[in-house]
């Protein structure tokens, strides 16, 4: 407890400036790094394993990467997702940073769309959430979030998020799209027992929205530094 008094009392629980690191996609030394985990759905969705109606497809829209994207379609109060295992849990006192590019086509409102979750032991989520303001779920504290910002449809998205892990007050998150900063919380308990599982799409549908596609490529994880979009 003394421990946690003592980052409380340095005034600053959440990260410093995304900006200052924009677009670090190598390394210092121009080479390309080796990230936690890394995936574009090319070929076939190994090492994801689907959840209901989640594939591999060629697009429209063109891939963001390679030559294919996971396309996931939903129906009204369900999940059409990929899951994957990561290859070592993280835990507490790391950042976790996730990078995938997601793209949301028009044709169907958006109220209640969950879009990645960062998942730990016992099935403890954090939840990128589009309703249609962009914002994060947690069922560590059943507690949520929103920005006001609503991602646009019909373009790729570069969204990264950022977990401080740790108990509460020191555990945080941010949001970024397209390099800005949308969305923060900080004092929050992000941690219970390691992130250790990735699940992307359509990660939940609420009961009030309305069939819906989800577009994603290019995930990235890893608890060195800010990945950066491309
Ligand atoms: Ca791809």
């Known amino acids: ?17 995304m900006q200052a690191d924009a677009g670090a996609v190598s390394s ?5 790094r080796t990230y936690l985990f890394e995936d574009g ?8 394993n689907p959840l209901n109606n989640a594939v591999v497809d060629s697009g429209p829209p063109a891939p963001i990467e390679g030559a294919g994207v996971l396309r996931a379609q939903a129906a009204p109060a369900t999940s059409a997702r990929a899951e994957v295992m990561l290859p070592r849990s993280v835990g507490p006192g790391a950042d976790l ?6 793209y949301l086509p028009s044709g169907f409102s958006i109220t209640d769309l969950s879009l990645l979750e960062i998942v730990q032991p016992g099935t403890e989520n954090l939840v990128v959430i589009t309703s249609p303001e962009l914002g994060l779920f947690t069922t560590i504290d059943n507690m949520g979030g929103a920005s006001s910002y609503v991602p646009p449809r019909d373009v790729w998205l570069c969204i990264e998020t950022r977990i401080r892990i740790a108990d509460a007050p ?4 941010e949001i970024s799209v397209d390099g800005v900063l949308q969305f923060q919380t900080s004092g929050i308990d992000t941690f219970a027992g390691g992130i250790n ?6 990660t939940w549908a ?6 819906s596609v989800v577009y994603v490529d290019d995930v990235i994880a890893d608890d060195v530094e800010r990945i950066g979009c491309r």
């Open 1 to 17: 407890m003394a421990i946690l008094i003592a980052f409380a009392g340095c005034g600053r629980v959440g990260f410093d400036d």
């Open 28 to 32: 210092a030394d121009g080479a390309r």
């Open 41 to 48: 759905f090319e070929g076939t969705l190994a090492p994801w």
């Open 97 to 102: 940073f996730v990078r995938g590019y997601f």
């Open 170 to 173: 020191i555990g945080a998150v």
């Open 197 to 202: 599982k990735l699940t992307t799409g359509v």
């Open 206 to 211: 609420g009961a009030a929205q309305p069939d």
